[in-house]
């Protein structure tokens, strides 16, 4: 199985924080470029955060710069989404999603990611 699997969603209060998982196999993770995106209730699928592998470059949307922080875990084959600072606008299903050729500019574009996982669901309350 090349698709990764998320993990770590859930319900938080506004002001809160949730650290979502991605975990991938060997195969998958081995990508050039990785990200996270969220899709909300009656909107398109947006991109949230993304980390090129070699050198670790990360890139956020405007919404979310400065709460939330993407990382990575080589060893582990695991990408991370730290979110603090909740807001009830963060309420989504969240996606991971792994491009393993070339072509990951601009990085936070859904269409450049081959492998994406099945999503978790975060939501946040006022």
Do not use: H
């Amino acid at each position: 199985q090349v698709q990764p699997v998320e993990s770590g969603g859930g319900s938080v209060q506004a002001g809160g924080s949730l650290r979502l998982s991605c975990a991938a196999s060997e195969y998958t993770y081995r990508s050039y470029c990785m990200g996270w995106f969220r899709r909300a209730p009656g909107k398109e699928r947006e991109g949230v955060a993304a980390i090129f592998i070699d050198g670790g470059t990360s890139f956020y949307a405007d919404a979310v710069k400065g709460r939330f922080t993407i990382s990575q875990d080589n060893g582990k084959n695991t990408v991370y989404l730290q979110m603090n600072s909740l807001k009830p606008e963060d309420t989504a299903m969240y996606y991971c999603a792994f491009r393993q050729n070339s072509g990951c500019w601009p990085p936070l574009d859904v269409g450049r990611y081959n492998f994406w996982g099945q999503g978790t669901q975060v939501t946040v309350s006022s």
